[in-house]
C-alpha cells in the first residue's frame, strides 16, 4: 500500500470517502466522520484516479542552496 507516515486514512477509505459523497451523502457529513476538513474531501474529488497517498515533501526548498 502506498502510504507515508503522515497519512491518517489509506488509499481505500479516501476511495470510500469519494463514493460516499457520490451516493448524496453531505461532504461535511463524510469530514466528520472520518476527522478530516471538508477541505480535504474536496481535494480527493477533484483528483479521484488519484487517491494514494502522495508525498509530504516539499517541491522547492529555498534553503536547500543554501546548505550546500
Same mark, same amino acid.
Given at each position: 500500500? #502506498?502510504t507515508?507516515? #503522515?497519512? *491518517?486514512?489509506? +488509499?481505500?477509505?479516501?476511495r470510500?470517502?469519494?463514493?460516499? $459523497?457520490a451516493?448524496?451523502? +453531505? $461532504?461535511? %457529513? $463524510?469530514a *466528520?466522520?472520518l476527522? $478530516? =476538513?471538508? %477541505? ?7 483528483? @479521484? ?5 502522495? =508525498? =509530504?515533501?516539499p517541491?522547492? =526548498? @529555498?534553503?536547500?542552496?543554501? *546548505?550546500?
Amino acid at each position: 500500500m #502506498n502510504t507515508h507516515k #503522515n497519512a *491518517r486514512l489509506t +488509499p481505500y477509505l479516501r476511495r470510500e470517502a469519494c463514493r460516499r $459523497v457520490a451516493a448524496g451523502i +453531505p $461532504v461535511a %457529513q $463524510v469530514a *466528520r466522520e472520518l476527522g $478530516v =476538513s471538508r %477541505q480535504t474531501i474536496h481535494a480527493w474529488l477533484e483528483r @479521484p484516479d488519484d487517491v494514494e497517498t502522495r =508525498s =509530504s515533501k516539499p517541491h522547492h =526548498s @529555498p534553503t536547500w542552496i543554501l *546548505r550546500r
